[in-house]
């Protein structure tokens, strides 16, 4: 069956200073399209960091995983609102008032952000769901907090590529459905458990790959990355 669902390429720019990042950026060309910016090089560079890399044509995905009370989340949300933002994470589990605020400053305050709720972490198995005392199966817990996430009126889910199928059947191609945890057949799963390749991940119905290490350890990585997006388009 082909895939209704295009898929893009997102980089995860997770390096340690602005000039690697930028220096990263022109070595990829137009390889990429999508840069998402996350705790580490947003904590270390801030909202000028996001602006310079808008500045350069780039879309940007603003991964903060906000989870907190809903007026602090929604002042958050309110803020990144005047940032070149398109896409910004925010945590399932933080409850549907949290993703009701959320999402209220987000239609109140910009006209470009989707906001984007993080189900389980791909970094996350079983075992470690257990031991926070939630004793469904992954699959159970994504579709319980992607039921939550989607009725409070949230555009979209961040989930591993491995729950792409029973979503897809449940709610359908309307929401976008971001995937981390991607690895080319043959690189290095680092800690991420729930893992799928490029290909296998976009005919599953995932709107956009989140690819980080296997692009930036690559020893060429435009090439990686062309790879990568031929292999999804
Ligand atoms: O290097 P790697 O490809 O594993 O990077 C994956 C990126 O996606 C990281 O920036 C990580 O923070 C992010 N992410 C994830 N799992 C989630 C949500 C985001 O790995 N559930």
């Not at 390096?15 to 998402?36: F, Q």
């Not at 979503?167 to 929401?175: K, V």
Request: net charge negative.
């Amino acid at each position: 069956m082909t895939n209704p669902v295009p898929c893009q390429l997102i980089l995860a720019l997770d390096l340690e200073t602005r000039e690697e990042a930028l220096a990263m950026l022109d070595c990829l060309g137009d390889s990429i399209k999508w840069v998402k910016i996350g705790l580490q090089m947003f904590t270390a560079h801030g909202p000028e960091f996001v602006r310079e890399i808008a500045g350069r044509d780039y879309k940007v995905f603003l991964d903060l995983k906000l989870h907190d009370i809903p007026n602090t989340v929604s002042k958050t949300v309110k803020s990144i609102a005047t940032l070149p933002v398109e896409l910004l994470t925010l945590h399932a589990s933080g409850g549907s008032e949290m993703l009701q605020w959320a999402n209220q400053a987000r239609s109140d305050y910009s006209a470009q952000l989707n906001l984007l709720a993080v189900t389980v972490l791909t970094s996350m198995n079983e075992a470690q769901l257990h031991s926070l005392n939630v004793q469904k199966t992954t699959e159970e817990q994504v579709l319980h907090l992607a039921d939550m996430t989607l009725r409070s009126g949230i555009q979209g889910l961040v989930c591993s590529s491995l729950e792409l199928a029973p979503l897809r059947d449940r709610f359908g191609h309307n929401p976008i459905i971001v995937t981390p945890g991607i690895r080319p057949t043959g690189s290095f799963k680092d800690e991420q458990k729930r893992v799928m390749t490029p290909a296998a991940a976009a005919a599953a119905g995932s709107n956009f790959i989140v690819v980080g290490r296997p692009i930036l350890k690559s020893d060429n990585p435009a090439a990686t990355a062309r790879a990568i997006r031929l292999e999804i388009e």
